[in-house]
């Protein structure tokens, strides 16, 4: 006579989850972005939050630029994470179009002075049509604008400019030489790939006296 085996219990899963607060890296202050379950803090790392410019800077004015950060490390109750990237609201970046006017598209990679690899996606606005060869200049203006500062920049003061508007505004000063526009916003930023400290050049080894 065979033996009736005892129902297997199951874990109760929710129970056995806690409660992590997670924070913005130095760049953004480390102020608290939010709070997450999970059963296991390992289970954490990877995670991506999204929250806004304005809860961390408390600026209303902000409220349309959200950020994406991914978690690294959790110690105890606490998830610290990195900036991963960025972008505006879908209203707001409607809001910005406005009739008999131009739109400026770019897409641009940049590679940081500690190399990390972002791309960025930039919209220009001109209150009146803008011809093709000046969409072009434009266009080239923006992508200058970015390499360079790309260049002189780690990726924490590169995150730093993306959402706070410095770049941008950079780019406008450059191009209204060219054309007189509205508006320039970085509507979109990506980590590609991390990059690491920038390392010393390598001496060259002593020569031993002749």
């Given at each position: 006579?065979?033996?009736?085996?005892?129902?297997?219990?199951?874990?109760?899963k929710?129970?056995?989850?806690?409660?992590?607060?997670?924070?913005?890296?130095?760049?953004?202050?480390?102020?608290?972005?939010?709070k997450?379950?999970?059963?296991?803090?390992?289970?954490?790392?990877?995670?991506?939050?999204?929250?806004?410019?304005?809860?961390?800077?408390?600026?209303?004015?902000?409220?349309?630029?959200?950020l994406?950060?991914?978690?690294?490390?959790?110690?105890?109750?606490?998830?610290?994470?990195?900036?991963?990237?960025?972008?505006?609201?879908?209203?707001?970046?409607?809001?910005?179009?406005?009739?008999?006017?131009?739109?400026?598209?770019?897409?641009?990679?940049?590679?940081?002075?500690?190399?990390?690899?972002?791309?960025?996606?930039?919209?220009?606005?001109?209150?009146?049509?803008?011809?093709?060869?000046?969409?072009?200049?434009?266009?080239?203006?923006?992508?200058?604008?970015?390499?360079?500062?790309?260049?002189?920049?780690?990726?924490?003061?590169?995150?730093?400019?993306?959402?706070?508007?410095?770049?941008?505004?950079?780019?406008?000063?450059?191009?209204?030489?060219?054309y007189?526009?509205?508006?320039?916003?970085?509507?979109?930023?990506?980590?590609?790939?991390?990059?690491?400290?920038?390392?010393?050049?390598?001496?060259?080894?002593?020569?031993?006296?002749?």
């Amino acid at each position: 006579m065979s033996e009736t085996k005892a129902p297997v219990k199951l874990k109760d899963k929710w129970r056995q989850k806690k409660w992590y607060n997670v924070f913005a890296p130095a760049a953004f202050g480390n102020v608290e972005i939010g709070k997450t379950l999970a059963d296991d803090p390992q289970k954490l790392v990877g995670r991506v939050l999204e929250t806004t410019l304005y809860n961390i800077t408390e600026d209303f004015s902000l409220l349309h630029v959200k950020l994406h950060f991914r978690i690294t490390k959790v110690e105890g109750d606490k998830a610290y994470t990195m900036f991963i990237g960025h972008d505006l609201a879908r209203d707001y970046l409607r809001s910005l179009v406005r009739r008999g006017g131009s739109r400026i598209d770019g897409i641009f990679n940049m590679v940081t002075k500690d190399g990390y690899k972002v791309r960025v996606g930039i919209i220009a606005l001109s209150a009146v049509r803008t011809k093709s060869s000046q969409k072009r200049v434009i266009r080239h203006l923006m992508e200058d604008t970015v390499n360079k500062k790309s260049a002189q920049l780690l990726y924490d003061e590169l995150a730093q400019q993306l959402v706070l508007g410095k770049i941008a505004s950079e780019i406008y000063n450059a191009a209204k030489s060219v054309y007189p526009l509205r508006k320039i916003e970085v509507r979109k930023s990506e980590l590609v790939e991390a990059g690491s400290p920038v390392q010393p050049a390598p001496q060259p080894e002593a020569q031993p006296p002749k």
